[in-house]
């Protein structure tokens, strides 16, 4: 294969776009395990909230009901 200059410089672009593509992957990357770190976190602190709701339901079960108005007045 000769090395025009035409070569020359796609060869150079496609290297750059290749560098490109890789910071982008790995940029990419670090967005999606950050937010997969969240979603972990999330669903940790859901089912602690779960948790709690099902406590206080079991709780209040117990106690004498509340009188209150009904919720159209």
Known sequence: MTDTPNTS???DELEM???HQDQTIEDLNAAITAQWK???RLERRIAQLGERVADSERSTGDAAP???PPPHY
Do not use: G, K, T
Request: glycine content about 0%.
């Open 9 to 11: 410089a796609r060869l």
């Open 17 to 19: 776009r290749v560098v």
């Open 38 to 40: 969240l979603i972990e």
């Open 66 to 68: 509340v009188d209150r």
